[in-house]
């Protein structure tokens, strides 16, 4: 018997813009988390990014279930993260997958003792498996 261990990869797809709308409510229901989640999004990416100043973002939903959020900004940003020391320059997709991981976390701990805090963390490891791809 052969075992196999090949994983296929984790696809991100944009979500139209017909779709937007439904697009949290489908993650996180229709609750105050909801709300919070894209909140948090962007507050993270302004704490990490003193130089972001807005900007449209687009939303993406993961083949495994997961999704993120990213601006659409062209070139690098700079991040820095004072808890790890990290301080370093990326794509505005991968600052919003960031800024998205930190959300997530930051959520799960939040609402630690509901439903929403597990789907939150859910959510985290989904978007984290995407990320170390």
Not at 61 to 73: C, D, V
Request: proline share 4%; aromatic share 12%.
């Amino acid at each position: 018997m052969s075992i196999s261990t090949e994983t296929k990869a984790v696809i991100a797809t944009i979500v139209p813009q017909c779709q937007r709308l439904a697009f949290l409510p489908k993650y996180f229901g229709a609750s105050l988390v909801m709300i919070e989640a894209e909140a948090q999004v962007f507050r993270h990416l302004s704490s990490l990014c003193p130089e972001y100043q807005g900007a449209y973002w687009e939303c993406y939903e993961l083949s495994n279930g997961g999704l993120y959020m990213a601006p659409r900004l062209p070139g690098a940003l700079s991040l820095h993260v004072k808890g790890n020391g990290f301080s370093g320059a990326m794509s505005a997709d991968a600052a919003g997958i960031v800024a998205t991981l930190f959300a997530l976390s930051y959520l799960s701990f939040k609402y630690q003792d509901v439903s929403e805090g597990e789907r939150c963390g859910d959510h985290y490891h989904r978007l984290r498996e995407f990320a170390s791809e």
